[in-house]
């Protein structure tokens, strides 16, 4: 594939090119096996510096997809090659127009049960020649995990998109990767939101303002305390720089 994995203190990000996105998606798609891309932000790279789960997850990942313009910032501070920064909202649906335009199919996976069943109604709505072929709520019980993939397994979808509600995330899949044989798994916390139309995807322009966190806060006023991780990503990308 058309992707360069750097080193940033200690977790792999990946770099890819727009124009190289559309066949490397394709290439995932087609490679034997269940593949994984995970957004990753400064927080996210934060918490893969530990021995946990999610560390695990993002270093096997296939695709590492920085979306905060920090991680740019700190590849560049660090004199690596500098990464691409990736709207997740806006990739997602580059992925599923790759999908749509090869008749490949999705299963939607989060959500509440209405908010779920608005946001298939869009997708088939926008994305006509893009197959549905199944979907379940997010919030259930730890028992139905089973069922779950069970549905996934049988439907045999191109892309399982996993949305809000789904336990613990993008260590989903990971932590359940030996029961697939295909199919590419992303999670994306606002995807059933959005595309219910119960939620709105940060514009454009705020984005790439890296102004994103503000929407953020606003609808959880405790991640202020965020701002103690930011310090700490600072710091550590100057003692990088020296040591």
């Known amino acids: 594939m058309a992707v360069n994995r750097i080193d940033l203190l200690g977790v792999p990000v990946d770099i890819l090119s727009k124009t190289d996105f559309e066949s490397v998606i394709s290439e995932l798609v087609n490679k034997e096996g269940p593949q994984q891309i995970v957004f990753l932000s400064v927080w996210g790279l934060l ?14 990942a296939d695709l590492v997809l920085p979306i905060s313009k920090s991680i740019v910032k700190g590849a560049q501070f660090l004199g690596l090659a500098t990464p691409v920064r990736w709207n997740p909202f806006s990739t997602v649906i580059d992925i599923m127009t790759i999908l749509e335009n090869r008749h490949k199919s999705i299963y939607l996976l989060g959500g509440h049960k209405k908010t779920l069943m608005a946001a298939e109604r869009n997708v088939h709505r926008t994305f006509p020649s ?17 069922r779950v993939m069970e549905a996934i397994r049988k439907s045999s979808p191109a892309l399982v998109l996993m949305s809000e509600g789904v336990r613990d995330k993008d260590c989903w899949f990971y932590e359940r990767k030996s029961s697939f044989k295909t199919s590419l798994f992303c999670f994306y916390d606002d995807a059933v939101g959005i595309f219910s139309e119960r939620r709105s995807h940060v514009s454009t ?14 609808r959880n006023p405790l991640k202020i305390f965020l701002l103690f991780s930011y310090i700490r990503y600072k710091i550590l990308l100057i003692w990088y720089r020296l040591f």
């Not at 984005?207 to 503000?214: C, D, N, P, S, T």
């Open 47 to 60: 918490k893969a510096r530990g021995r946990n789960t999610f560390a695990e997850c993002v270093r096997n």
């Open 130 to 146: 893009l197959q549905v072929v199944g979907r379940y709520v997010g919030y259930y019980p730890k028992a139905e995990d089973a």
């Open 205 to 218: 322009a705020t984005f790439e303002r890296g102004h994103e966190i503000w929407g953020e806060l606003f």
